[in-house]
């Protein structure tokens, strides 16, 4: 009897020029195979632009639209547009950008596909920089963190403003699913791939993806450090349907060090900066904990 | 079947003749009345299309490549600011060989602002690989939607096309126009049907990045496609005349030119204006025509050629300015004649930005100073017309 949990079949073949370890390679993977063949991408400019080779290759076994940097919100209602006209219906649509494509430059034209209620998936892989340009700070940096915009010279100038709260956005907009989902955990990140696809207009996924040079990490570690994000509560797995929120996997409740150890984008931290870290984690997770009570 | 339109719902009932399928769109002024009689027709049931109501002109074109990778036929209509916004996009539509088709009410850009008519907009789209038609009446902004849907989606061009109408001059103000009979248009336009389109079961990347040693050969082509789209505005518009009896001169409308001592050059709605100085000083015994552009792009070259063979004296008259240079029209032209048998006196006006009426004798003014040019030679300097502070032209 197999023991794999989450289905076999591969619609991410080898050969995408991610970096090894990349987190979204992975992240990828495990969203074709929670949605299946009859599923359109369509990816703005971000690693993911440059993953699948160069043409002609394509290692996806699914057809994919290369859109402008801020433009994947209006290039899902486009798509969308052109099926509903030529009367298909079992496809599902997927914008696939990541955070500075989503948080920042892509913000407008998502909120406008999610205010149309445009039927579609749109996942945010998370490295938490713009990692394809070479790790420049964006809206999805964590408080904290060293990138090359925010650089850790005599002035300590790293990141000094908090990680925009996407899910939150996404939510305002009452859209039917939102979820956050983890490579270190595909049997959840598969389920909660599944349920999007049931629901109908648009849907958010945020995945946080490691990314071994922009987080200055071992790429062997990929999933060692998804998991400990998870269980250090930096990033609590939860969905919210229909506006009702659940936490889909307990975090053990590891101390954040546990986590910021494992990377140099946070060696720069003092005691007192990572117990700054802590505490904005530990009501974080109270406030969801706490949501979760009130709704479950 | 005749009806008094403006030219916005001109621009509207072609893109409803042609059956346009995915209609993204964004209000602007003074375009919005294209896009509301397109929700209108949607909403009746009069147009079957899927009116997308985005959140920006930027994702009007954006939601416009998507759909139009898919095979849908695509239309929407900006003006000014909306059309800079969608720049990038723009190339785009054309980089990915997609038929788009869409008007520009051509207006004036801020600041300070100004919602009238101004062709600045249109002209720095030039480059963007769209071709550009400008159109002098409402019928012909009709017409030139449902042809240049024709031209577009032919197998060797699938560029997108740009439908120019001058800003409330011709959006906001009303003639009789033809709307041409349905079934006839269905004959003269088949539904779309790319070759190459985005299917389920056909894994393929739609715009994959490519290397150094490979991207020269896309845009080579590209070139290729506009170069052939020359000839198939002239053959097309052939077609167009036999089923619908009109015609608008292909890529340079020429009035009264064959025998004429001196041209201008004009493109928009003050053609119209410019065909009735050419009445009334032909009358006079005086000859004058009007060489006008309805193709900006692809450029009519070997037109102007033929036409500076026949003049001694070209007037142009540009509604916008490059700064650092002259009107675009005028440098083009320039251009185009270096290697022609014969170039004529030549001088570029600037005259009608930001909608300022570009009068009778304003035109009439232009003609005799280009009839003096004749015997004097170039003007290397454009002459701003009817500026305060500068000394007025009048015939």
């Known amino acids: ?296 | 079947m005749r009806k008094v339109m403006t030219g916005n719902y001109a621009s509207a009932y072609g893109a409803k003749a042609a059956r346009a399928e995915v209609i993204p769109a964004y209000p602007i002024t003074p375009q919005t009345s294209i896009v509301e009689k397109l929700a209108e027709f949607v909403s009746t049931g009069e147009l079957k299309a899927k009116f997308v109501p985005v959140e920006s002109e930027h994702s009007a074109m954006a939601a416009c490549v998507s759909a139009s990778i898919l095979g849908a036929r695509t239309y929407t209509a900006t003006s000014s600011h909306g059309l800079a916004l969608m720049h990038e996009v723009l190339m785009w539509a054309s980089n990915a060989r997609l038929p788009v088709v869409m008007t520009n009410v051509s207006r004036a850009m801020a600041p300070p602002w100004s919602v009238w008519a101004d062709h600045m907009d249109s002209v720095a789209e030039r480059d963007t690989g769209w071709m550009q038609f400008f159109c002098e009446s409402n019928q012909e902004v009709l017409d030139t939607i449902i042809m240049a849907y024709k031209v577009c989606e032919s197998r060797g061009i699938m560029l997108p096309a740009m439908i120019i109408e001058d800003a409330f001059i011709l959006s906001h103000t009303s003639e009789p126009v033809d709307v041409p009979d349905q079934d006839t248009v269905d004959s003269f336009l088949p539904s779309y049907d790319p070759e190459i389109k985005l299917e389920i079961g056909k894994p393929m990347g739609f715009g994959s990045l490519v290397r150094p040693d490979q991207y020269m050969e896309f845009r080579y082509k590209s070139m290729l496609a506009m170069r052939e789209a020359r000839d198939r505005i002239v053959s097309v518009e052939d077609e167009f005349r036999q089923a619908f009896g009109r015609s608008y001169g292909g890529l340079l409308d020429e009035y009264m030119c064959d025998d004429a001592e001196v041209a201008l050059v004009a493109a928009g709605s003050v053609a119209g204006t410019v065909r009735t100085v050419v009445d009334k000083l032909r009358a006079k015994g005086m000859k004058v025509g009007l060489a006008r552009i309805r193709a900006f792009r692809p450029f009519p070259f070997q037109e102007f050629q033929s036409l500076a063979g026949r003049v001694s004296g070209m007037a142009v008259l540009d509604r916008s300015f490059t700064h650092g240079a002259a009107g675009a029209f005028f440098t083009e032209i320039q251009g185009a004649l270096y290697d022609a048998p014969k170039r004529p006196a030549m001088k570029n006006y600037i005259a009608g930005l930001g909608g300022r009426d570009i009068t009778p004798d304003v035109i009439e003014g232009i003609f005799e100073d280009i009839l003096v040019r004749c015997e004097r030679g170039s003007d290397p300097e454009p002459e701003w017309l009817d500026v305060a502070g500068l000394p007025r032209r009048r015939s």
């Not at chain 1, 999610?114 to 964590?142: F, L």
């Not at chain 1, 963190?145 to 990141?159: F, I, L, M, N, Q």
């Open chain 1, 1 to 296: 009897m197999s023991r794999v949990t989450i289905p076999e079949v591969e619609h991410a073949y080898p050969g995408s020029t991610g970096c090894p370890g990349c987190g979204a390679n992975l992240v990828m993977r495990y969203l074709l195979k929670g949605l299946g063949e009859r599923t359109i991408l369509t990816i703005p400019a971000c690693c993911w632009a440059v993953m699948p080779g160069y043409w002609p290759s394509h290692c996806l076994k699914v057809p994919m639209v290369y859109c402008a940097f801020e433009a994947t919100g209006a290039s899902l209602s486009g798509i969308r547009a052109a099926l509903d006209m030529k009367g298909v219906e079992d496809v599902t649509v997927v914008g696939f950008a990541g955070d500075g494509g989503t948080v920042d430059i892509g913000l407008q034209a998502l909120s406008g596909a999610a205010e149309r209620g445009t039927d579609a998936i749109y996942v945010m892989y998370d490295n938490e920089a713009y990692m394809n340009t070479g790790i420049q700070r964006s809206g999805a940096t964590p408080w904290g963190a060293w990138t090359t915009t925010t650089p850790v010279g005599s002035s300590r100038d790293y990141k000094r403003e908090p990680k925009k709260d996407i899910m939150s956005i996404m939510e305002a907009h009452g859209i039917p699913y939102a979820a956050t989902v983890s490579v270190a955990h595909p049997e959840d990140f598969v389920k909660k791939a599944k349920k999007a696809k049931d629901a109908r207009g648009l849907k958010f996924i945020h995945a946080l993806s490691p990314c071994p040079p922009g987080w200055k990490m071992n790429p062997m570690k990929t999933i060692e450090i998804a998991r400990l994000a998870v269980d250090t509560n930096v990033f609590p797995l939860y969905e919210v349907e229909n506006g009702r929120l659940r936490i889909t996997k307990k975090g053990k409740g590891l101390p954040i060090e546990d986590y910021l150890s494992t990377q140099g984008r946070f060696r720069h931290l003092t005691e007192e900066e990572v117990k700054r870290m802590q505490e904005s984690v530990d009501s974080s997770l109270k406030a969801l904990e706490e949501r979760e009570a009130r709704e479950g």
